[in-house]
């Protein structure tokens, strides 16, 4: 599986709030609002053991950060059917 080539900076996720692999293919994106203005807080939040949830990339200003991998079921859905069979993007507020 590929994986974007506009990812500027990788901060992993970690594995407890993941699943490897996936039971589906992609069929979708889902975009969610990040509530924050750092996009820094996102990359903490999903790379904290327990979070028990994730996205596979963050956006902000032109910057794309990669924390989960897109062969791996990320938790942002609210609904496993929904992680499985999409790709979970976190977006900051600008301001």
Same mark, same amino acid.
């Given at each position: 599986? +590929?994986? +974007?080539?506009?990812?500027?900076? /990788? &901060? &992993? *996720? !970690?594995?407890?709030?993941?699943?490897?692999?996936?039971? !589906? @293919? #992609?069929?979708? #994106?889902?975009?969610?609002? *990040?509530?924050? @203005?750092?996009? !820094? +807080?996102?990359?903490? *939040?999903?790379?904290?053991?327990?979070?028990?949830?994730?996205?596979?990339?963050?956006?902000?200003?032109?910057?794309? !950060?990669?924390? $989960? /991998? %897109?062969?791996? @079921?990320?938790?942002? =859905?609210?609904?496993?059917?929904?992680?499985? =069979?999409?790709?979970?993007? %976190? $977006?900051?507020?600008?301001?």
């Amino acid at each position: 599986m +590929s994986q +974007s080539s506009m990812v500027t900076r /990788k &901060w &992993w *996720a !970690d594995p407890s709030n993941y699943t490897p692999g996936r039971s !589906d @293919t #992609i069929h979708g #994106i889902v975009m969610h609002h *990040a509530a924050s @203005t750092s996009f !820094d +807080s996102i990359g903490q *939040a999903f790379s904290t053991p327990g979070r028990l949830g994730s996205a596979h990339y963050g956006i902000c200003q032109g910057n794309v !950060d990669q924390y $989960v /991998k %897109e062969e791996f @079921t990320a938790w942002h =859905c609210g609904d496993w059917p929904g992680n499985c =069979c999409t790709i979970g993007i %976190e $977006v900051t507020n600008d301001r």
